[in-house]
């Protein structure tokens, strides 16, 4: 039996979580900013992070607000990029699958990207853990990261119009995904994923209202299934 408690579980989760802040308070703060700059205001742009907490899906709708996309193009797109967050729900099945639904459903409201990479870690790190201990970490990884990207997200609508251009803030949006991505890049399916879905966003930058960037993450997707099954007919073959 696991000597963690749901209590200290949160805890570890919450140490866990809080380094991300670093990253999440200017990434949450440009959007404030990119979000007055594209007609929004200071409550829309808060209720805009409470409700959907998805950073790339929300600069990605904006982005296409902007350019006057077509609705169905927007919510396409935003859904396309956060199709990870349904790999991410497959993921933790298993963990938290058991959970009472309004704590599932508080689950699925609350994964992120930092929240997922810090539970699934802890997870595989700790076999032993039971539910309580699982809810307890994910939860307490949670904490300090959705608090905070409401709260920056708020100042950054506040004083988005009084930041000088020099002072852009958007090197935070890939340096985030990099510093999150990297690490679970582990076998060759996760590597030929990347590389195909790279390479076609990259060749479809000429693709209108960023379609591009949907044909490229299902190319990346099926890279990375077809590697898969290669790899397990080449294993099971040996």
């Given at each position: ?120 870690s802890a997870y595989e790190r700790n076999p032993g853990w039971g539910l309580p201990q699982k809810l ?103």
């Amino acid at each position: 039996m696991s000597s963690t408690t749901p209590k200290s579980a949160f805890w570890r989760g919450f140490r866990d979580g809080a380094p991300f802040v670093m990253v999440i308070i200017p990434f949450a703060a440009l959007f404030g900013v990119v979000a007055t700059e594209a007609g929004l205001n200071i409550l829309e742009t808060f209720l805009f992070s409470v409700v959907v907490i998805a950073g790339a899906a929300q600069f990605t709708a904006l982005q296409l607000m902007q350019e006057h996309a077509p609705t169905l193009i927007v919510i396409v797109s935003a859904l396309t990029v956060n199709l990870r967050m349904a790999m991410y729900s497959a993921s933790l099945t298993p963990h938290l699958g058991a959970a009472p639904l309004w704590k599932r459903a508080c689950v699925a409201y609350m994964i992120v990207d930092q929240s997922y990479a810090c539970a699934i870690s802890a997870y595989e790190r700790n076999p032993g853990w039971g539910l309580p201990q699982k809810l307890g970490y994910f939860f307490g990884a949670c904490t300090p990261v959705i608090p905070m990207w409401f709260i920056a997200s708020l100042g950054g609508a506040w004083v988005g119009q009084s930041i000088p251009p020099e002072f852009a803030l958007d090197f935070a949006v890939p340096i985030t995904f990099l510093a999150l991505l990297t690490p679970m890049l582990r076998t060759l399916a996760h590597l030929a994923a990347a590389l195909v879905a790279v390479v076609l966003a990259l060749s479809f930058t000429w693709m209108p209202y960023n379609l591009g960037l949907i044909a490229a993450a299902m190319g990346g997707m099926l890279a990375g299934a077809q590697s898969e099954l290669w790899l397990e007919k080449r294993k099971n073959a040996g």
